[in-house]
């Protein structure tokens, strides 16, 4: 079983075009804090990045961000959360992020989101970490990746353990539920 303090959220500045990404995404920061589950993410009060951390806030739930100085200068650091760790880039960002959550999460995002994800899934083949890494599918958002995922472990490039170690869930319960349930991968299948 997973021990779940706080939960690292990958996700980006942009809402997209449908309201659903929005609605379920309170509703899931809203899930963690009911949960006793904190939020860590990239510290930014716009787009699906700010939608996190304010309904996680609204329900008393603890909301850490870790952001670099270039964002702050840009005036989008969300300066009402729990924590806010300022630092001075991206990598450094990203090793802190890897640091204080206990899983990963991607929600619906763009390139940075892609980018957070492979590299934290990439350090979990690596043995770098052995915490879960998920993909929280609002309206199938991530189905044409899986599809691209399940070609790649059809060709030989991925081992079908490593797919099968990756968390997919659409609800808020599903998710939690799955990450707390998690074991590191057996590799010898």
């Known amino acids: ?14 809402s997209g075009h449908d309201l659903t990404y929005q609605q379920h995404v309170r509703a899931l920061g809203t899930e963690f804090a009911r949960a ?5 993410y990239g510290g930014g009060k716009v787009g699906l990045m700010g939608q996190i951390a304010d309904s996680a806030l ?5 909301v850490i961000g870790v952001i670099p100085e270039v964002l702050v200068e840009r005036e989008v650091a969300h300066r009402n959360i729990t ?6 880039d991206m990598h450094f960002r990203k090793a802190r992020l890897g640091e204080l959550g206990d899983a990963f999460v991607a929600l619906p995002g763009g390139m940075g989101t892609l980018e957070e994800l492979f590299e934290v899934w990439t350090w979990q083949y690596l043995g770098i970490h052995a915490k879960p890494v998920a993909l929280y599918n609002i309206k199938g958002f991530w189905n044409p990746l899986l599809e691209m995922i399940d070609h790649q472990v059809n060709e030989g490039f991925i081992a079908g353990w490593r797919r099968d170690a990756l968390v ?7 998710l939690i539920s799955q990450l707390r349930a998690w074991r ?3 590799q010898d299948r």
């Open 1 to 14: 079983m997973t021990h779940l303090e706080r939960i690292t959220v990958f996700t980006g500045g942009a």
């Open 36 to 40: 006793g589950i904190g939020v860590v």
């Open 58 to 62: 609204d329900a008393s739930g603890e």
């Open 83 to 88: 924590y806010l760790e300022i630092v001075p």
């Open 168 to 174: 997919i869930a659409d609800t808020p319960g599903d």
């Open 184 to 186: 590191p991968p057996i």
